[in-house]
């Protein structure tokens, strides 16, 4: 079993930076599926981005491409969201999720962090 660990997450001004990471303890990120999800107040939790572990795809949702970009890093087993241009709207709980796919389906990853709290302001 692996377990994602998340950190990253604070208070940042519209238009600033926050890199978030997901640290796998237990096992290996090998041959999985990695994704970000992101909840806020009173709405469902939703798919942010994905990397797929064993090659270089990633995947991104339609409001954070261009402006987010999700990577790995093999040596220390972790997978960054680097997050630039925030907006007010992407205020929330983000959480890192391990399954085997596919990317975009929620119930098909079986591995939750805890979530870091984002909370971009104007």
């Known amino acids: 079993q692996v377990q994602p660990v998340e950190s990253g997450g604070g208070l940042v001004q519209a238009g600033g930076s926050l890199r978030l990471s997901c640290a796998a303890s237990?096992?290996?990120?090998?041959?999985?599926?990695v994704g970000w999800f992101r909840q806020a107040p009173g709405k469902e939790r939703e798919f942010v981005a994905a990397i797929i572990w064993s090659g270089t795809l990633t995947y991104y949702a339609d409001s954070v491409k261009g402006r987010f970009t999700v990577s790995r890093d093999d040596a220390e087993n972790t997978v960054w969201l680097q997050m630039n241009s925030l907006k007010n709207e992407d205020t929330a709980v983000y959480y890192c999720?391990?399954?085997?796919?596919?990317?975009?389906?929620?119930?098909?990853?079986?591995?939750w962090g805890q979530g870091t709290q984002v909370t971009v302001s104007s």
């Open positions: 999720a391990v399954g085997r796919g596919p990317v975009y389906q929620k119930s098909s990853y079986n591995y």
């Open positions: 237990g096992r290996t990120f090998s041959n999985y599926v």
